[in-house]
């Protein structure tokens, strides 16, 4: 992982934008996941799915999930483990804002929760391709870094 140990401003730029957000993410839902339930109950009765378990459970595990993963970025830690978490999570969670952002009935995702000060969906879609971008630049560096 020597190509986010490396001083390239670029890539340390990649890693702490990458941590904050979802540092930031993960606090606010914490802080009031209302909007992000909603926005899964939305989801599940879009799709007809029951959830085993109660959608703010699994806010509350998504939230600390994010948190952790944050820190990892943040701390320069994990980065490989952190940077699949992310990926896929960025990959899931985009394809779910581009699904729900025709549905004028759905304003906001609560991605954020508290914290999102209800970032309507496609401000939060733009967010997450920007994130994206951000996340295939470094596996392109990660790639192309020696060992």
């Given at each position: 992982?020597k190509?986010?140990?490396s001083?390239?401003?670029?890539?340390?730029?990649?890693?702490?934008?990458?941590?904050?957000?979802?540092?930031?993410?993960?606090?606010?839902?914490?802080?009031?996941?209302s909007?992000?339930?909603?926005?899964?109950?939305?989801?599940?009765?879009?799709?007809?799915?029951?959830?085993?378990?109660?959608?703010?459970?699994?806010?509350?595990?998504?939230?600390?999930?994010?948190?952790?993963?944050?820190?990892?970025?943040?701390?320069?830690?994990?980065?490989?483990?952190?940077?699949?978490?992310?990926?896929?999570?960025?990959?899931?969670?985009?394809?779910?804002?581009?699904?729900?952002?025709?549905?004028?009935?759905?304003?906001?995702?609560?991605?954020?929760?508290?914290?999102?000060?209800?970032?309507?969906?496609?401000?939060?879609?733009?967010?997450?391709?920007?994130?994206?971008?951000?996340?295939?630049?470094?596996?392109?560096?990660?790639?192309?870094?020696?060992?």
């Amino acid at each position: 992982m020597k190509f986010l140990d490396s001083h390239s401003l670029v890539l340390v730029v990649v890693r702490y934008a990458l941590g904050s957000i979802l540092l930031v993410s993960g606090v606010g839902k914490l802080i009031d996941a209302s909007a992000a339930v909603r926005f899964l109950e939305y989801l599940l009765s879009a799709i007809n799915v029951t959830l085993p378990i109660a959608p703010q459970a699994l806010m509350l595990g998504l939230s600390v999930m994010e948190i952790a993963v944050g820190l990892f970025f943040l701390a320069g830690k994990f980065l490989k483990p952190a940077m699949i978490i992310t990926s896929v999570l960025l990959g899931a969670f985009t394809v779910i804002l581009a699904f729900a952002a025709g549905d004028s009935s759905v304003p906001t995702c609560g991605c954020s929760g508290a914290l999102d000060f209800g970032m309507p969906l496609e401000m939060a879609l733009g967010r997450n391709i920007l994130l994206m971008t951000m996340m295939a630049f470094a596996w392109y560096r990660l790639e192309q870094a020696p060992e």
